[in-house]
Structures are given as C-alpha cells and as structure tokens.
C-alpha cells in the first residue's frame, strides 16, 4: 500500500506563487511516475503535469504551461509543483496522484493512488 500525502496549499493573492508538495510512503518505491490533477467546485478533476520516476521527462497541461513546474526529489519521495503567476481560475483542490510504470498519462484512470488532496484559492 502507498500513501500520499500533499502540503502547501492556502490562500493567496492573483499574481502570487505557491509550492505544493507530495510525500510518498509505504511499500518500496521505485520507477513510478507521479502526476498532479486538480478539482474546481462543480468540476471533473483535471490534469495539471506528470513527471516521470528519473525526473528528466515532464508534460504539463496548455493551462498550466509556462506558469507551473513539476519537480521531484526521489531521495525523499517527494514530488513538487511549483506555481506562479496564479490566477483565479487556478481555485481548486489539487491532489498528488502516483501510477507505477515509466509512461506519462494525463488520465485519471491510469494513477493506482490518489493523496487526499489540498486546497489552492486565489483572489482576485
């Protein structure tokens, strides 16, 4: 069993930045990708970017591109998105997604587990 765990979400002005973080445990972790979706208020959840295990191949979403980068440091198990230039339409819960294997998939089916999200609202 895997267990995620996200941080860094809060409250934060249009403009402004904000760094997530997703701490991975349990069984032993290697060669999985990890992605980041999010989930607005009357929304599905979308994909945001998904990196993969060596950290060397990253996709991001059209929305998100430019603005936010996906990062991981496997020594901690831990993957990263960095995010600036927030607007409101960045408002949502974003959650950390991990799926084992070496291909980058933007689709919610194909990530095994899922962490419980955190929220990301910004103001205008």
């Known amino acids: 069993q895997v267990q995620l765990v996200e941080s860094g979400g809060g409250l934060v002005q249009a403009g402004g930045s904000l760094r997530l973080s997703c701490a991975a445990s349990?069984?032993?972790?290697?060669?999985?990708?990890m992605g980041w979706f999010r989930q607005a208020p009357g929304k599905e959840r979308e994909f945001v970017a998904t990196?993969?295990?060596?950290?060397?191949?990253?996709y991001y979403a059209d929305s998100v591109k430019g603005r936010f980068t996906i990062s991981r440091d496997n020594s901690k198990n831990t993957v990263y998105l960095q995010m600036n230039s927030l607007g409101p339409e960045d408002t949502a819960v974003y959650y950390c997604a991990l799926r084992w294997g070496p291909l980058l998939q933007s689709a919610n089916k194909e990530y095994d587990y899922w962490g419980q999200g955190t929220q990301v609202t910004v103001s205008s």
């Open positions: 349990g069984r032993t972790l290697s060669s999985y990708t």
């Open positions: 990196i993969s295990w060596s950290g060397g191949s990253t």
